[in-house]
């Protein structure tokens, strides 16, 4: 009875909390997922409206937005502006967990051994692709990117559209795919393969500028990414190999577009 008395009053138990996940699994990182593919879209779209509400030609809105889609100085911020709301997105999902941000995405830095493989596979990957290229007589970049770039450069917005595919990309893409798909199906009974491959296909999917053809040699380095990330358990090491691909494709299409 002498925990009845005012001297002794009887403990109070808080009720229990719900446990916080350690991460999403396999549905939880695909709802989320089209919740950050979403917000990427997003953010790159409100810079084709901000186009189109400048231009104050609403009369021919399909044509203003075909002219923006095809200026270099558009895209270029329509990338950059889907960092922001993509990385957003993920943090407000990875705040439902128990982890922090950078443990989710795996954000840590990695071995010179991973990077020097990352880099020999990723040159061989490209070798390959640009051997069956010749081969099948195709052309070695596709030509939009050539257009784009010439776009970039007679609005003086080479220097950005740098940044943007170099930069913005790798790291909206590689948070997304390598960092927040990987890590929650990864975890779920899909494995490190199968997330590995189902995180490539996606990743594939978003480049729908691309033909059938390049959709292969974008799946191939999704796998290789994807490898890497496995391997050295860093993000990092895939955002910087994604970059030096990126900047070696643009510097070819420089090179292309001063010879065309």
Request: with cysteine; aromatic share 14%; glycine share 10%.
């Amino acid at each position: 009875m002498d925990s009845l008395t005012r001297e002794n009053p009887p403990a109070i138990v808080p009720p229990e909390l719900p446990a916080r996940r350690h991460v999403w699994k396999f549905w939880g990182t695909l709802l989320w997922g089209v919740f950050a593919f979403a917000a990427l879209f997003a953010g790159q779209v409100l810079v084709l409206v901000y186009e189109v509400l400048r231009s104050g030609d609403m009369a021919d809105i399909a044509g203003t937005i075909r002219a923006a889609a095809a200026s270099g100085l558009t895209i270029s911020l329509s990338v950059i502006m889907g960092l922001p709301t993509v990385v957003a997105a993920i943090w407000f999902a990875i705040r439902f967990t128990d982890t922090s941000f950078a443990d989710y995405l795996a954000l840590r830095g990695t071995s010179w051994k991973n990077l020097l493989i990352g880099i020999v596979g990723l040159v061989g990957v490209i070798a390959i692709w640009e051997v069956l290229s010749r081969l099948s007589g195709r052309e070695s970049e596709p030509g939009f990117m050539v257009d784009v770039l010439k776009s970039a450069r007679a609005d003086g917005a080479l220097l950005l559209l740098i940044v943007a595919f170099c930069v913005a990309a790798p790291v909206s893409e590689e948070f997304f795919a390598r960092g927040f798909l990987y890590r929650g199906w990864s975890e779920s009974r899909l494995g490190p393969l199968g997330a590995i491959v189902l995180s490539s296909l996606v990743w594939t999917g978003l480049h729908l500028q691309y033909d059938w053809f390049f959709f292969g040699e974008v799946f191939t380095l999704g796998l290789w990414f994807g490898y890497l990330r496995y391997r050295s358990g860093s993000t990092w090491l895939t955002i910087v190999l994604h970059g030096l691909n990126n900047l070696g494709a643009v510097v070819q299409t420089i090179w292309l577009a001063g010879h065309g």
